[in-house]
């Protein structure tokens, strides 16, 4: 392994490839001409680099990482399991057909009728062009833009681990070290590691989760990969700490060398950021900064739902303080409405929200079956569940994705949920919490409950006896 600075890592022929020194299908913009050679990159990227990737993939998604090359959102698959329908989820709330869906079709005298719903124009054309060249006749007869509803949560499926993947971490850590430290990633003790990052090496537990907070310094992003590298002075020891977006906690062990003094690099990198130089964080200091813990746990797996938690509140945080700028000045410039139109124009202004009120719905529905089966048992809990399951309904052979029943009812909400907005709205503005509160917490959910209680007492004689 040579010393230069500028020869290949790996091989030792000339560096000069623009290598992202943290992969851009992880949302990394940085690039080096100074760590591989082409084929040494080409190689990576063909292989580990993908494992990885496709395993940060769906998290990615619901974060709303863009890939650093293209700058595309990345895109995760997702299945509406009440309704079997799959969807491409990007920027963490766009969910869309991967292509064109028929959800119904009839025959009458000898004429087949399709009806297919898309999530672009491109998309009908396609299915319609698709059609044509299939030889069949295609008559156009209509088209219409409804809202896909949801009236249960898509599910994604999440993997994360194996050799591979765990090949492209410490590949990643020795990419940092080659950044910042050129002649030190050319040195021969890191060989073993480069063994085990080119072919697998052997079963030496070069990555090992980690567990607990072991970084003492705070996150510099709220959505972030960090790694920090440390240099053990006492024990000849380099290491390394990875945390991908404070969900998949890691440790590296990079090898044995003499150090002359112990010292820690925390490289943080936001993964929203749009261009450098603020997608980057960079420190270093004298010292240690990872408390060291003991053997990897069997199942370390059991942290990683919590801090997904976590990661899921502080997104769906950003995705409010993204929409709600536009949405209370649309709501608190009703105030200026005439009287006579105000609710109009608040009903209007909420005309983007229905899936927010129908996800309320659909928790009020849930909860309620839930609380009766515990009070009055499992047949009075699940009639009383299934009347007001019908107010939050899937439905795939439908083309809003939900039972008309519910789809009458989620454009109600609207206007259940403009009734109480223009009480405020009359004395006062509404704050941004406040709305929140509403359209996805617990004061929205006792105002829509009220109405879903009201709908079933009218119209299901099963609540009659249970008052």
């Known amino acids: 392994m ?59 998604a619901i974060v709303g990482v863009m890939n650093g090359r293209t700058r595309e959102p990345i895109a995760a698959t997702v299945e509406d399991a009440a309704t079997g329908r799959t969807f491409v989820l990007t920027s963490g709330r766009r969910l869309a057909h991967p292509d064109a869906v028929v959800v119904s079709e009839s025959t009458q005298a000898g004429v087949r009728s399709l009806y297919a719903v898309a999530s672009t124009q491109k998309q009908a054309d396609d299915f319609v062009h698709r059609l044509r060249q299939e030889g069949k006749p295609v008559t156009v007869s209509g088209r219409e833009v409804v809202p896909h509803l949801f009236a249960s949560t898509p599910t994604v499926l999440w993997n994360f681990g194996g050799t591979d ?13 080659a950044s910042y430290r050129p002649a030190l990633a050319r040195e021969p003790w890191l060989a073993p590691l480069k063994k085990f990052i080119v072919d697998g090496g052997d079963s030496d537990p070069w990555v090992a989760y980690s567990y607990g907070d072991p970084i003492e310094l705070p996150a510099r992003f709220d959505f972030g990969h960090r790694f920090a590298l440390m240099f053990d002075a006492e024990a000849g ?10 969900i998949i906690e890691l440790s590296v062990r990079l090898g044995n060398t003499i150090i002359p003094r112990s010292e820690t690099w925390v490289y943080e990198l936001d993964v929203l950021a749009q261009s450098p130089p603020s997608d980057v964080a960079v420190s270093s200091s004298d010292g240690l900064l990872v408390v060291r813990g003991a053997a990897p746990m069997s199942d370390p797996s059991v942290f990683v739902p919590e801090r997904l938690a976590q990661v899921l509140v502080r997104r769906n945080k950003r995705i409010w303080d993204d929409d709600a700028p536009k949405l209370l000045a649309s709501l608190n410039a009703a105030r200026a409405v005439e009287p006579f139109d105000r609710h109009e124009a608040i009903v209007e202004a909420l005309a983007e929200q229905q899936q927010r009120l ?4 659909t928790f009020v529905a849930t909860d309620i079956r839930r609380h009766m089966t515990d009070l009055f048992g499992a047949e009075v809990g699940s009639a009383i ?19 008309d029943l519910t789809h009458v009812h989620a454009e109600m909400l609207r206007y259940v949920m403009a009734d109480h907005l223009l009480e405020i709205l009359n004395e006062r503005e509404i704050r941004g919490e406040e709305l929140r ?7 929205g959910a ?6 879903m209680m009201d709908q079933v007492l009218q119209g299901h004689p099963l609540m009659k006896g249970v008052r």
Do not use: Q, W
Not at 32 to 45: A, E, M, W
Not at 165 to 177: G, K, M, P
Not at 237 to 246: C, K, R, T
């Open 2 to 60: 040579s010393a230069t600075p500028n020869e290949c890592i790996y091989c030792g022929f000339p560096a000069g490839s623009a290598e992202h020194t943290i992969l851009a299908a992880l949302g990394g913009l940085r690039t080096d001409r100074g760590i591989l050679c082409g084929p040494c990159n080409n190689g990576f990227g063909e292989t580990i680099d993908r494992a990885l990737a496709d395993d940060m993939k769906p998290i990615n």
């Open 165 to 177: 993947t765990f090949r492209c971490i410490a590949r990643l850590v020795v990419n940092l070290l």
């Open 237 to 246: 020891e380099v290491y390394a700490h990875v945390s991908l977006l404070g």
């Open 358 to 361: 129908l996800n309320i719905a």
């Open 385 to 403: 569940g299934d009347a007001f399951g019908m107010l939050a309904k899937p439905d795939a052979t439908n083309r809003t994705g939900v039972s």
């Open 437 to 443: 509160l509403l359209l996805e917490g617990g004061p």
């Open 446 to 451: 006792a105002i829509i409950g009220r109405y």
